[in-house]
């Protein structure tokens, strides 16, 4: 029969107080392994959205760089469209005036003045308004005609404001030295100018 003494009973008690040193490293190990994962996932997750912040950013850029790119693509359409237009009327102005300043009455010089002095301004308008009295003495004392007929024209250069426009003229020319018609062909190179919304003549050039 065995006798327990009080001593190995302090010893029993403080054995099943103690954890296993085994059962604790294996908790320590779990522990760290979830703390492992646990980082893992964090960082898979600020990488995850990290991505899809690199992607919005990227998709916003492309978009952006679309819209300015159609942006400016469309204003320059616009401005070609608005040079293009441009020339058509100053074309269509300056073959108008070319017949007018190459067509003359002796007998309604005035009138024939009027119109020429209408469809310019700048330099042309100047130029012609200081010798205008001069040749109007001179076409009335030689009764002179002149009939213009643009046979053809281009655009030369062109902005929204100015056009430069070549235009091939045949003049029939009569007066009391020469009584029956005489044709001359000209070139003109006329420079339009858009004032007050009409196209007119600023400069007229014959190379």
């Not at 293009?84 to 300043?101: D, G, K, P």
């Amino acid at each position: 029969m065995s006798v327990t003494t009080d001593k190995d009973q302090d010893a029993d008690a403080a054995d099943e107080l103690e954890p296993d040193a085994e059962t604790a490293d294996a908790d320590a190990d779990t522990d760290a392994a979830t703390d492992v994962v646990e980082s893992n996932d964090d960082a898979k997750a600020t990488a995850g959205q990290w991505g899809r912040r690199l992607r919005v950013g990227i998709i916003l850029a492309i978009f952006i760089a679309a819209l300015a790119s159609s942006g400016i693509l469309g204003w320059q359409l616009w401005q070609q469209k608005q040079i293009e237009q441009a020339s058509r009327q100053a074309q269509q102005a300056a073959v108008t005036y070319a017949q007018i300043l190459t067509s003359i009455d002796s007998a309604k010089v005035d009138e024939n003045f009027a119109q020429v002095l209408d469809g310019s301004t700048g330099e042309f308008k100047d130029m012609y308004s200081q010798s205008s009295v001069q040749l109007r003495q001179l076409l009335i004392d030689n009764k002179a005609t002149a009939h213009g007929v643009v046979l053809d024209s281009a655009v030369q250069s062109a902005s929204k404001d100015k056009v430069v426009v070549l235009l091939f003229v045949d003049q029939s020319v009569s007066n009391t030295s020469v009584p029956d018609p005489r044709v001359d062909r000209s070139r003109i190179k006329m420079t339009m100018e858009n004032v007050d919304g009409q196209w007119r003549a600023s400069k007229v050039e014959l190379p």
